[in-house]
């Protein structure tokens, strides 16, 4: 399919390395920021649970662009499109490393997103482009190892980065190696663009879903702040957010060349298999942005010791896709799919053990079990889901399918960040009333923090704090519990979907 010279030495090597290190960028952004949302928050005077913002504000940015790559790509043509794309996400970086208030990083991480969008379907598909046909599982192994490295380097680098270098810096490192890609790929694939089509784009539809999502996204993340229903900003959000939704499918419903293509949502494995990783990707997403910033503002660790604390849950992905992968054509993918889920409902359980003596050690453990259960249950959905789908519609349901993920983690983030907060207010008042002055243990503690400390003032403070830590931590682990009760039915969807994946469509 490419009437172009291949490339073979040196330059596919240097192709090859640039195009992946915009990808590893790319998505090394999407965790390198969660264990620094304290910092971020406190040196912009924010609050911690406000800090989130600046993960979800991404993702949906993020999500918002992946079913227009193909129209974008199509009309200005492969090579052009990604060069300028990375070159805009370092551009974007050095803005938000600039940023002076809250609103404004919150504003560049959303340009910032736009951009990302742009690179992770096409960093793919351009490697598969500059590789002759034969060698093109080895590109995708490139690209899939950079794409798994990232998201557990992100926290180890981005609180090793924050604890000496202040957080500005896990944007500033994105520009030299954005420069380089993009200059990199432009002086050697320029020759090789692909060829442009003037296709109409569906301008109406784009609108309607824009200014949907974005309402949606912003009723979730002020919601907390405005107390919900009694705003009345929070109600026309929220109104408009479901009027243009429903604009949206009436409109493309009978459009020639929709924005999304409805006729997706025909296939039962789509459906079922775009739902399931939706949910379990949102439930796996709130546990890895909660758990750093409880552990900073609660627990007391440093941005490192948080970063390396989380890192575990990527050694067993790395070792056990590739594995899980060989073996799908042979297994009947369902009670795989259950069995991953099994697991990370095991994994909940043990997240929702916490309280304020919890080890480093016993939280690590938690994290390899989540990573464990990613490989059985991620995998297998996602090929399951595009099952039986026409070859010709692969593209289309594959940007539809990680932006319904994308758009279901900083929704369910959102949500998430604010339960977690009424959560502590609900236990903090539950455990004041256990606390009162008459009760024996209350008069056993002070006295005892009145020994430790110099007056009563600082042991009543001291109290105040222990009780704080307690209804942050109970809170934190009624959020698992939900997670649990959000996984295990799944497991029992799974039998909805094919048993194998040798019914396969050409991809």
Not at 8 to 24: D, E, H, K, Q, S
Not at 195 to 224: A, M, N, S, T, Y
């Amino acid at each position: 399919s490419n009437p172009h010279p291949q490339l073979r030495g040196l330059p596919l090597f240097m192709v090859t390395i640039a195009v992946a290190m915009a990808n590893f960028m790319n998505v090394l952004d999407t965790t390198i920021v969660i264990v620094a949302l304290p910092n971020i928050a406190g040196s912009l005077g924010a609050t911690p649970s406000q800090g989130s913002w600046v993960f979800t504000s991404y993702g949906v940015c993020l999500a918002v662009v992946l079913p227009l790559s193909g129209w974008i790509t199509r009309r200005f043509g492969e090579v052009r499109v990604f060069c300028i794309a990375v070159l805009l996400f370092s551009v974007t970086s050095w803005l938000c490393a600039t940023a002076s208030s809250f609103n404004q990083l919150l504003l560049f991480r959303a340009l910032q997103g736009f951009c990302g969008g742009l690179l992770l379907p096409l960093s793919q598909s351009l490697l598969l482009r500059i590789w002759p046909a034969e060698k093109q599982g080895l590109a995708l192994g490139i690209w899939a190892v950079t794409s798994a490295v990232a998201p557990v380097l992100g926290p180890v680098l981005g609180g090793i980065i924050t604890d000496e270098l202040g957080w500005p810096w896990i944007f500033l490192i994105n520009v030299p190696i954005g420069l380089v890609a993009s200059y990199i790929c432009w002086s050697v694939l320029r020759s090789m663009e692909s060829e442009r089509v003037r296709e109409p784009v569906d301008f109406v539809g784009l609108f309607l879903l824009l200014v949907g999502v974005i309402c949606f996204q912003l009723v979730l993340d002020r919601g907390h702040e405005l107390d919900w229903l009694a705003s009345v900003q929070i109600r026309v959000m929220l109104v408009t957010s479901i009027l243009f939704f429903f604009l949206f499918l009436a409109w493309e419903y009978g459009e020639e060349h929709p924005v999304v293509d409805l006729s997706l949502f025909a296939h039962r494995n789509f459906v079922i298999g775009s739902l399931m990783i939706s949910l379990l990707y949102l439930c796996f997403v709130l546990a890895t942005v909660l758990y750093p910033i409880w552990l900073q503002t609660t627990m007391g660790y440093t941005a490192t010791w948080a970063g390396l604390v989380m890192a575990p849950f990527g050694i067993a992905p790395i070792i056990l896709m590739p594995l899980v992968g060989q073996r799908m054509r042979q297994w009947d993918a369902r009670p795989t799919v259950m069995f991953g889920i099994f697991v990370f409902a095991g994994a909940y359980v043990l997240h929702a053990q916490n309280n304020s003596d919890t080890t480093a050690g016993f939280i690590a453990g938690t994290r390899l079990l989540m990573g464990t259960a990613m490989p059985f249950a991620w995998m297998p959905l996602m090929v399951l889901a595009l099952v039986g789908l026409p070859a010709e519609k692969m593209a289309s349901a594959t940007g539809i399918f990680n932006f319904v993920r994308m758009l279901a983690s900083s929704m369910g983030t959102a949500a998430g960040v604010t339960l977690w907060d009424q959560r502590t207010i609900y236990h903090r008042s539950s455990l004041a009333e256990t606390i009162s002055p008459d009760a024996p243990n209350y008069q056993q503690t002070m006295e005892m923090l009145s020994q430790r400390l110099p007056n009563p003032e600082a042991a009543l403070a001291a109290l105040d704090q222990a009780v704080s830590v307690e209804a942050r931590t109970l809170a934190l682990n009624d959020i698992f519990y939900l997670s649990i009760l959000i996984v295990l039915p799944l497991a029992a969807v799974a039998w909805l979907l094919p048993s194998h994946s040798n019914e396969e469509p050409a991809a």
